[in-house]
């Protein structure tokens, strides 16, 4: 049984520019008790209730139908702001709430990714539609009350493949468009009654002049939005005491001079000319601060900014927050600030507004914030309001015509963007956005930017990560010779290239090319970096990895051992690095047969884990899994399964059923009760893992093939041999399409499917299939490979069971040969080989060269078993039968005679050696 982890490279190459896979430690979520997730918005100043706020608690009702409502409406007639009252008081009455982005459909599912992560359905390296899917279905049977809002929907695709159709989840859509309605029941929002803004005017200003507040209202289209800039302007100091003034500052705004214009998108009646009389104040030179933030918040997410990465004096907040031109959100500990779609249009939209410089300070705040990839996962809702501002901000640059610089920053940012995705288990979104980053620099760079490559890169890896290998291989190779020719083969970034690409090759069991280009990798690392230095390491273990896949063990092993040797030496001995090396080397001392070796490495290795990063690190897990591998190999099944059900319990319960290294543990928790003989749980847990994969990587990786063999297999020992074939069948036909018939699963399935050819008495089919898989594993393995001996062996045992000597005997004297010289004469193995080439050699009648083979086995078999042991009598018998087809007649009846009383005492008189010695003895007592 392979070794998964192993042959996944989890410490990659990396260096400047060219990022590489980090697998980096989640964290489980908290239980919070209420779950609130999102920038819920703060009450407003002056908020004047609407009776649409009585009219969705109504729809709320209280079955088990979820519940779709519609909120449309223009801009600025405060839609969000009356779903934010109503989400409000759904907080008080203890509902879970979700407030979801709903502008585009990446802002969908990275706010619904955000609440599994709150209600713990999200874990490192779970695809976004499997975790979506777990959450529809969760929230469709969910039977405590739900609110799930998604803000300002501009399609409704972008939310209807999640809505829940049943449970008590009610769904609450703000949108300024009409399509929406389809979805649920509408609830319109209108502009204000001249009543009810009348009465807002009076409240907010203080101002008690009917008329007044009427005419100015209906100047302002009684617009919300409009009215709330109006009634800030008039409040603050100084104060003008009367709504005329203000309409006349109205009557001397010209937008056609103040604003750039942008035809077929007018603003709403009033509110370009309210929010620049609102922003008037602040343009002056003693109000910088306070302007330089309003053009921040202009160009980052209208979803919001978390006050960490505003990083704003709260005091300043608290005066742009009084002139009505930002809101605040989320709870006290996490703070968002809010900047109206429309008020942000406005600010932009400014005539002599310098825009440009306003964007490239905005890519230096976001480009200070972002943080190294390891931290992807832990920081990873950080990491998702990032990509939020940085996919906002470059289509401010794609669309103002910004300088080159400015362009190159945030496409810079953006390929960070793609990373983070990638390595914050979102690989579905880091696919789409790599595509678009990508696309984007050929573009806007000229063909020797340096960030075009990097992109390039990033969308191979992203490739990579989501199982389209081919595409990935494609792309790596591109950007290797390009690396190549643009930097040289020891650049750092043309070394991480090398080493990316030669993992995508070992996944589709190219190892040829694997090898070759790891050979020269480690080469180049050496001269340049040395060989204590951590790119070395990688580069080095990599190659051992791919030497351990080729079988070539006699290669890996020592680089594995210098590779300990040196972490050793430069980081010590519980450094997390030293401890990934050791459980390598543990790995592939399992697969040279060694477990005991690789136990002795192993266990307290674990041991240091466990104290220096915690039970539930996933190396810990995955060096727990490993040891329970070598328990397995070792035949201490009853420390194997015991380690496996607890490593895979911890898994699935910190990082979910469907987490990669949980499905590796699986797989080899379900081989290991095969080989223990709990058929019925092999193939059950061989199922779920199966389906498992099936849904995480797709129908045709690897792993997802490696799991239909392990399942084939179970069914075969179980008896159910017919399905067994149909099953490896439909395997071997799809390994030979994506992995090639070298790929060493291609191979093993194929040996393992013409045994059950041979069990079901279809000899001819197996004995062709384990001739081409026999063909294959000397082209790829070489001679002395354990897969090669044992198909050797396999197709021996075949031919002789179809009666062909001849094609029988130069593959047992191969193997006899390659056992002394592997193993040496005495070896058990050595042993068995010659007994049956000896058998090979009689059934061909050629006894006479079969007693000298017989002889020594028969000598042998004792020293190592006894003479009493059934292997040992079984070749003294077959030495009797040779000696008296000779014509070596005494000596084929003492020889009968010495097993046939053994045998009597040690088998039992109704044993067929026994039998076979008394009706010999009988037939020829007269000689």
């Not at 300002?152 to 769904?171: C, F, K, M, R, W």
């Not at 937008?255 to 709403?268: C, H, I, K, M, V």
Request: charged share 25%.
């Amino acid at each position: 049984m392979r070794n998964e982890v192993c042959g996944q490279a989890h410490n990659v190459v990396q260096a400047g520019s060219i990022n590489n896979v980090y697998l980096a430690a989640p964290g489980a979520p908290a239980d919070t008790g209420q779950i609130v997730v999102g920038p819920v918005p703060r009450e407003p100043q002056h908020f004047q209730p609407r009776e649409q706020v009585d009219e969705l608690a109504r729809l709320a009702g209280g079955g088990m139908l979820a519940v779709v409502c519609a909120v449309t409406g223009q801009r600025g007639t405060g839609k969000t702001q009356l779903v934010g009252a109503y989400a409000r008081q759904r907080i008080l009455d203890g509902w879970l709430v979700a407030w979801i982005p709903g502008e585009t459909a990446d802002a969908v599912v990275t706010g619904l990714v955000e609440l599994a992560d709150m209600l713990n359905l999200r874990r490192e390296s779970d695809r976004d539609a499997t975790v979506l899917a777990r959450l529809r279905s969760l929230l469709s049977t969910r039977r405590d009350p739900a609110l799930l809002v998604f803000d300002n929907v501009t399609d409704p695709e972008h939310v209807t493949p999640y809505l829940p159709a049943t449970g008590s989840t009610q769904i609450v859509l703000t949108s300024a468009i009409r399509a929406v309605e389809r979805l649920g029941a509408r609830v319109p929002v209108d502009l204000f009654s001249p009543d009810t803004a009348a009465r807002f005017l009076f409240s907010s200003t203080g101002i008690r002049d009917e008329a007044g507040a009427r005419t100015l209202a209906a100047k302002l289209g009684y617009l919300p939005l409009a009215l709330a800039q109006a009634a800030a302007r008039l409040a603050r100091p100084p104060r003008t005491g009367d709504y005329g003034t203000y309409l006349r500052w109205l009557e001397n705004i010209s937008l056609e001079q103040a604003l750039t214009a942008r035809s077929g998108d007018p603003y709403p009646l009033g509110a370009a000319e309210a929010i620049l009389l609102a922003v008037m104040p602040f343009l002056a030179a003693e109000t910088t601060a306070e302007l330089a933030v309003l053009d921040l918040l202009s160009v980052l997410s209208p979803d919001g900014v978390s006050h960490a990465l505003l990083n704003a004096d709260d005091d300043l907040l608290n005066t742009l927050f009084d002139a009505s031109l930002i809101e605040f959100a989320g709870g006290s500990g996490d703070t968002v600030v809010v900047m109206h779609r429309v008020t942000q249009r406005v600010l932009r939209e400014r005539v002599d507004h310098g825009l440009s410089a306003v964007i490239n300070r905005a890519a230096c705040l976001l480009d200070e914030a972002t943080f190294v990839q390891q931290e992807a996962w832990r920081r990873r809702d950080q990491g998702d309001e990032l990509v939020r501002h940085i996919e906002t901000l470059w289509e401010h640059t794609r669309t103002h015509g910004s300088s080159a610089s400015v362009v190159l920053r945030v496409l810079a940012l953006r390929r960070w963007a793609v990373r983070q995705l990638t390595h914050g288990a979102a690989a579905d979104r880091a696919v789409r956005l790599a595509e678009a980053v990508h696309a984007d620099h050929s573009l806007h760079c000229d063909d020797d930017e340096p960030g075009r490559l990097g992109a390039l890169h990033d969308l191979a890896v992203a490739y990579h990560r989501t199982g389209r290998l081919g595409d990935a291989i494609e792309l790596f190779e591109q950007v290797l010779t390009a690396a190549h020719q643009t930097l040289g083969e020891e650049d750092p970034d043309a070394l991480a290239a090398a080493g990316n690409l030669a993992s995508a090759y070992r996944d589709v069991g190219q190892l040829d090319e694997a090898i070759t280009l790891l050979e020269r990798t480690l080469s180049a690392a050496r001269r340049v970096f040395g060989d204590d230095h951590a790119t070395t390491w990688n580069s080095a273990s990599h190659l051992a990895a791919a030497y351990q896949q080729a079988g070539r063990l006699a290669d890996a092993i020592p680089l594995f051992e210098q590779v300990l040797i040196s972490a050793r030496g430069r980081l010590g001995d519980d450094e997390l690095f030293t401890l990934g090396a050791a459980d390598c080397l543990a790995c592939a001392y399992q697969v040279a047969h060694e477990p005991d070796k690789g136990i002795q490495l192993l266990e307290p290795a674990l041991d240091a884990l466990r104290r220096q990063h915690g039970d539930d690190h996933p190396y810990t897990l995955r060096a727990a899994s490993n040891l329970a591998g070598l328990y397995e190999s070792a035949g201490r099944l009853g420390e194997a399964i015991p380690l496996f059900e607890q490593t895979l319990g911890d898994q699935r319960r910190l990082y979910g059923e469907h987490n990669l290294d949980a499905l590796f543990t699986a797989n080899s928790l379900a081989h290991t009760y095969r080989v223990a003989g709990r058929l019925d749980e092999a193939i059950r847990l061989s199922e779920q893992t199966l389906a498992d994969r099936r849904l995480v990587l797709g129908d045709h990786h690897p792993d997802t093939l490696y799991s239909a063999a392990i399942l084939a297999y179970a069914c075969r020992d179980a008896g159910r041999l017919d399905e067994a074939i149909r099953l490896s069948e439909q395997t071997l036909a799809d390994q030979r399409r994506v992995l090639g018939d070298g790929h060493p699963d291609t191979v093993e399935t194929a040996g393992c499917l013409a045994l059950m050819y041979s069990e079901a008495g279809r000899l001819n089919d197996a004995i062709s299939l384990y001739e081409r898989a026999l063909s294959e594993s000397r082209r790829v393995h070489g001679e002395d490979h354990e897969v090669t001996r044992g198909l050797v062996a396999a197709l021996a045992c075949a031919y002789h069971s179809d009666g062909r000597p001849d094609q029988e005997i130069p593959l047992r004297a191969q193997i006899f040969t390659a056992a002394r010289r592997m193993l040496g004469d005495t070896h058990p193995d050595t042993v068995a080989s010659a007994s049956n080439l000896a058998i090979a050699y009689y059934a061909a009648g050629r006894a006479d060269v079969a007693i000298p083979y017989l002889e020594r086995a028969y000598v042998e078999s004792e020293n190592l078993h006894g003479n009493s042991d059934p292997k040992t009598l079984t070749i003294g018998h077959n030495l009797a039968c040779a000696y008296h087809d000779v014509g070596r007649r005494r000596e084929a009846h003492l020889l009968y005679r010495r097993t046939g009383i053994i045998a009597l005492t040690a088998l039992g008189r109704d044993h067929p050696i026994t039998q076979a010695a008394r009706n010999y003895l009988r037939q020829h007592s007269g000689e």
